[in-house]
């Protein structure tokens, strides 16, 4: 039976601003796997980003637990936290997120040189990525010298640089024309099988989300399971 990796129990989240209340998250649980893609799929508004957020300590549920390998994770110190966020996560975004100042080397070296390794060695982990993502061309290449598509790849090679045990990954395709998106989905899943990293995919494409292992659906702050179909258009 696989490894649990990381369980969501019962997390509610709501926001209130003056007198308004909106809850976002319901009583949600959920397990995560060593190893597996997870795509999570909702519309705008569902809940599903705010979920992920949660899963990576980047937002505090107003109630329930987040626990990783048995360690629950809002029980943490704010510094223990950190921690958890640069070696055992990684995180990918619809805007990237690269600093437009650097190249798409020190971009990826980043996380690695933030836990204070050595440069030279970083350097060359990175290198190794890039080239894997397809980018070997760009080392020195900043993101505003690069298509869209090959600075979601210098993201995506970033969030790996510490060889996290989970990346999280919001709307990583959305602002991609369908090549490029697909083109994104197929290096997950393949990173995601040889280096045996789980990735969860917050995504509103059912399509590309039944590329994935197993797939959630997101739906006014409840998660359920979700029956999705192929490209084909046939029951995944």
Known sequence: MPELLLEVKSVSKRFQEGTV????????????FKGEQLAIIGTSGSGKSTLLHIMGTLDKPSSGHVFMLGEDLYGLSPRRQSEVRNQDLGFIYQFHHLLPEFSALENVAMPALIQGRNRK?????????????????????TPGEMSGGERQRTAIARAL??????????EPTGNL????????????????????????????????????????????????????????????
């Open 21 to 32: 209340d909106t809850q976002v998250l319901t009583s949600v649980d959920l397990q995560v």
């Open 121 to 141: 060695e970083v350097e060359v982990e990175a290198k190794a990525l890039l080239e894997r993502v397809g980018l070997g061309h760009r080392f020195d290449h």
């Open 161 to 170: 640089i510490n060889k996290p045990k989970l990346v999280l990954a919001d």
């Open 177 to 236: 024309d369908a090549t490029s998106g697909e083109a994104v989905y197929e290096l997950i899943r393949e990173l995601a099988n040889q280096l045996g990293t789980a990735f969860v995919v917050v995504t509103h494409d059912a399509k590309l989300a039944a590329r994935m292992d197993r797939q959630l659906k997101m739906k006014d702050g409840h998660l359920q399971s979700e029956q999705l179909t192929d490209v084909e258009g046939k029951a995944s």
